[in-house]
């Protein structure tokens, strides 16, 4: 039937061989991700074979969908101009599909993970990124030899484009093939796309197409947990929550650790230091032998220390929400990237309301990630890398000042305020620990640029650095320091949410008012703030989901931890996990391998989890995804 021949049109053929060659291209990222997992992951080959055989069926439709615009160049172009520019042009697409390939790579060496939410975040952040990249890569001889293998690519295929490209076939026969087979390809890349198909993390990731993740994630970067996720009726939720978060009444037995606020005449100053990136893997308190944390070991000892204490996300906005507002994590975007989110309950309006004037202190451009506008709207005043003393910053990189002069700049601003006889609250947050890890020199004995190791001893090294300075200082004997990680150092690993990567250390530092203590209640990031303010003396201004982590029953404690799409709820040995499609799944976290192993779901574990979550989604939903003016409900509000 005549039908038929514009099967064999030239539109369709060329569509066709670009097709193959996208296919060819995704299946070489995928050997080079498998490759990297095996060699610098621990992972088995044999564990992650069967992702090459599922990967290239779901590449396959994502592939005919990349090469679309083949179709339309054969089809729409005059012969003169498809002959004059086919060529130039197929050269532009293998150059976009090697470098989208090495860039999945260059993601892949950070997160473990095809791209996700993460990846579509970087391109509003393109200056940060690119300057990123940049310094840790050397770009220049990577698009050199993009370029080469680019046009050796395509000399080598010119012949075979151009014998595909001839055809007598009507155009109007090959359109009605073309578009129908399109629609055909985004179907089908649509039913093939979700990649979960083991309990291995990194073969579920492997096994997915990035080009697919990163449209996925275009889309998925603001969930509706109602929308999404298993939920309670709201009244049950809401009691459930109130006697979680500590907020019914609280038989356990007080602390040793002296009230901060008893000690002296007037309230202590409290400051908060993020660190970026600072897992407890690295410090010596925690089993680690390289010594590259011989300060934060010191202050662990001479503080007190909560030894069971986990982030709640992955990201540095995770951290700021856990530490400022202790909300339990939303799926996808953090709250502090919401727009126009204003009158939070956070812990510097609730120090405000007693005297405090809060401060958030950023060694970066706090026009990142939505910084500035979140803590300029919740009422603290605001200062980043423009606001530095001229001549102070001696080294910079593309995220921020050197954290020596971020301290540096907040020993002036600490004076200063001091003066004015009011408590002092300063949250301050890093930026040297994240790569391309440089640094000044001279200051410890690994080399700028250190990678990993490097960047947590100079952050270490400073940290030692800014403490010595200001015991020197009339402020300090009634300070209390916080010190605690924005997140982990890395979140991969063979589970859907590996929990030991999570652990971060926290520290609060004041040895005049505090005595050295060990805290080994399992906690969360959310119970900082509500603990501090507990130490404070504020317990009945604590409106927080978050809990007093020192009147915390023994077995009561539990940890809150996310991915972008799931929210898990770990307490004691069990992981309880949230995921979309209301999906519930439970794992046995062994304390020695770090193994997740499938279990039976425990429905008190499970109710417990969606109180918490499905809670949070309820006390925010007066703001909405696009944010309002209005006030979030409190736990008050909501008996």
Not at 10 to 34: E, K, M, Q
Not at 552 to 572: D, E
Not at 585 to 598: C, L, M, Q, V
Request: glycine share 8%; charged share 20%.
């Amino acid at each position: 039937m005549s039908i038929f021949k514009g099967l064999n049109g030239s539109a369709l053929r060329v569509w066709g061989f670009a097709t193959l060659v996208a296919l060819a291209v995704f299946s070489v990222t995928r050997l080079g991700l498998l490759g990297y997992s095996v060699l610098f992951n621990d992972q088995l080959l044999s564990d992650l074979l069967a992702p090459l055989a599922i990967g290239t069926l779901r590449d396959l439709p994502v592939a005919a969908v990349a090469a679309s615009p083949w179709l339309l160049f054969e089809l729409l172009f005059s012969a003169k101009w498809r002959s004059r520019l086919r060529w130039p042009l197929f050269a532009v697409y293998v150059f976009a599909l090697l470098f989208v390939g090495v860039s999945e790579g260059v993601f892949w060496d950070e997160f473990s993970t095809r791209f996700n939410f993460i990846a579509v975040d970087y391109l509003v952040y393109t200056t940060e990124v690119i300057g990123n990249i940049r310094e840790s890569y050397p770009v220049g001889k990577i698009i050199g030899a993009l370029l080469l293998l680019t046009a050796f690519i395509a000399w080598i295929l010119g012949r075979p484009l151009h014998a595909a490209a001839a055809s007598d076939a009507t155009r109007r026969s090959q359109l009605g093939w073309g578009l129908g087979l399109i629609v055909l390809a985004w179907f089908a890349a649509g039913k093939l796309a979700a990649p979960e198909f083991s309990a291995n993390a990194y073969g579920n990731e492997l096994a997915d197409n990035g080009w697919r993740s990163f449209v996925a994630a275009a889309g998925q970067n603001r969930l509706d947990y109602r929308h999404f996720y298993a939920t309670r009726p709201d009244a049950e939720v809401m009691a459930d929550l109130r006697r979680l978060s500590g907020h019914a009444d609280v038989t356990a037995s007080h602390s040793p650790v002296m009230k901060a606020a008893h000690v002296t005449q007037r309230q202590p100053n409290v400051v908060v230091i993020m660190m970026e990136s600072m897992s407890a893997e690295y410090m010596a308190t925690f089993g680690n032998r390289e010594g590259i944390t011989p300060n934060l070991d010191r202050l662990a000892g001479e503080g007190l220390l909560f030894s069971r204490l986990y982030a709640t996300g992955t990201r540095t906005v995770r951290g700021l929400e856990a530490l400022s507002a202790a909300l339990p994590p939303q799926p996808g975007m953090a709250v502090v990237r919401w727009p126009n989110v204003t009158n939070l309950n956070t812990l510097g309006s609730t120090l405000a309301a007693r005297g405090w004037t809060p401060h958030f202190l950023y060694g970066g451009y706090g026009m990142f990630d939505n910084m500035n506008r979140y803590f300029n709207a919740q009422g603290y005043q605001v200062s980043d890398r423009t606001d530095f003393r001229e001549g102070l910053v001696q080294f910079e990189n593309v995220w921020g000042v050197a954290d020596e002069h971020l301290f540096d700049q907040a020993l002036i601003d600490l004076d200063r305020d001091a003066a004015s006889g009011k408590p002092l609250f300063y949250h301050i947050m890093t930026t040297s620990n994240h790569r391309p890890f440089t640094y000044p020199d001279g200051r410890i004995d690994i080399p700028s640029p250190g990678k990993r190791e490097g960047g947590v001893k100079y952050a270490d090294y400073a940290i030692g650095r800014f403490i010595e300075m200001a015991k020197t200082k009339p402020w300090f004997d009634n300070t209390l320091f916080v010190i605690v990680a924005d997140h982990c150092a890395s979140s991969a690993g063979k589970a859907k949410i590996p929990v030991y990567r999570y652990h971060i250390p926290a520290i609060i530092y004041a040895p005049k008012l505090i005595s050295p203590q060990r805290v080994d209640t399992l906690a969360s990031q959310i119970d900082l703030a509500p603990t501090l303010l507990a130490m404070l003396g504020l317990e009945g201004d604590d409106h927080f989901v978050g809990r007093d982590i020192l009147t915390t029953p023994p077995g009561q404690g539990r940890a809150l931890l996310s991915t972008y799409q799931n929210v898990g709820y770990l307490k004691g040995d069990l992981l309880t996990i949230l995921g979309p499609k209301r999906k519930i799944e439970t794992f046995r976290i062994s304390a020695d391998t770090k193994e997740a192993h499938p279990v039976a779901t425990d429905q008190q574990l499970a109710d417990e989890a969606i109180a918490y979550f499905q809670g949070a989604a309820m006390l925010m939903e007066r703001h909405g995804r696009k944010g309002s003016p209005g006030r979030p409900r409190q736990l008050a509000d909501l008996s």
